[in-house]
């Protein structure tokens, strides 16, 4: 198993399945589970990952032990579409037309993979701290369509996400991604919250 | 990981499918996989409705019936204590408290949490809901916003016939 602790961490998209085993054991204990953390630019989602890394690392760890309960993290990030600006009126006199050169369209494309590669390195990092079998996965969308269906093509066991969205709400809220996979995830789904702000 | 031994799942039931099924994927995710090593203590909640709150209307005689509707309910805690020990035995999974307690369901499970200084609250969810898709249940929604700490909500999967019952 030593070569698949080294190809199973850290692959983006392709996902090898841990073969089941065959059910000589205890028949009720599922073996392979994965979990999918969804993050963003928000705190939030970053210290669910933590909170998955801290409470399930036994499970998701590249060790003998954790192999055997077969436990993969999926850590997903949703891009919004890029927005095709369309004409935004900028000269006097409407007429002028502005629309948006093929190059510009480029260079926000390329901003925004760069920002999520930065915030996929960033969670692959905390997870390679722990030793934490992961995958990574970046869809486009609308992340809460996006997750939703990714759960269920993937098999996903637990879905995890943050508890606030962009913006700094007050606790009792959920930010809106949340409040939608919690009621439409075919899945378990965990709302991991912050501890209690230090103001 | 030095306070393994600290945190705790609290997990509240009701006389459902979907609390029994909620409970059973708690413990295959929080407790089987560390057999050797536990890392989570288990608290069992169970809110036990008040007489007063299932009768929804008041009518003749309802005084009569009070007893009768607690007797049911006491008899139905007894029962749901009964099976979530078996199910936990059976998982050798030790319960550190089982606890059956009267009152809004929202607030005792809000209020345990506190208590137990949980790491994470579980839920089953029935999706009181008379439409095609799943809503989330009253409590697990209310919980899901207002609990202090995680919240974990555990649907039923869904039939794969696409029936139409609403309930």
Sequence with gaps: ?199 | MASGSERVVVIGVDDSSHSYHALETALDLFFTPFKSNPQFKLVVIHARLTATSVIGFAGPGTVDIIPLVEQDLDKTAELVKKKCTEVCSAKSVEITSLEAIEGDPRNIMVEAAERHHASVLVLGSHGYGAVKRVFLGSVSDYLAHHAHCSVMIVKKPKAKHASNDKH
């Design chain 1, 1 to 199: 198993m030593a070569e698949d602790q080294a190809t199973a961490a850290m692959e983006t998209l392709a996902v090898e399945k841990q073969p089941e085993t065959t059910v000589a054991e205890a028949p009720t204990v599922t073996i392979t589970k994965r979990m999918m953390v969804a993050i963003d630019e928000s705190d939030s989602s970053f210290y669910a990952l933590q909170w998955v890394i801290d409470h399930f690392s036994n499970l998701l760890m590249t060790t003998e032990a954790a192999q055997a309960e077969g436990g993969l993290l999926t850590v997903v990030h949703v891009q919004s579409p890029s927005h095709h600006f369309a004409a935004f009126p900028a000269g006097p006199g409407g007429a002028t037309a502005v629309y948006a050169s093929s190059s510009m369209i480029e260079s926000v494309k390329k901003a925004e993979q760069e920002a999520s590669a930065a915030l996929l390195s960033r969670a692959l990092h905390m997870c390679r701290a722990k030793q934490i079998r992961t995958e990574t996965m970046v869809l486009e969308g609308d992340a809460k369509d996006m997750i939703c269906q990714a759960v269920e093509q993937m098999h996903v066991d637990l879905l995890v996400v943050g508890s606030r969205g962009l913006g700094k709400i007050r606790r009792a809220f959920i930010g809106s991604v949340s409040d939608y996979c919690a009621h439409h995830a075919n899945c378990p789904i965990l709302i991991v919250k912050p501890p209690k702000e230090i103001n």
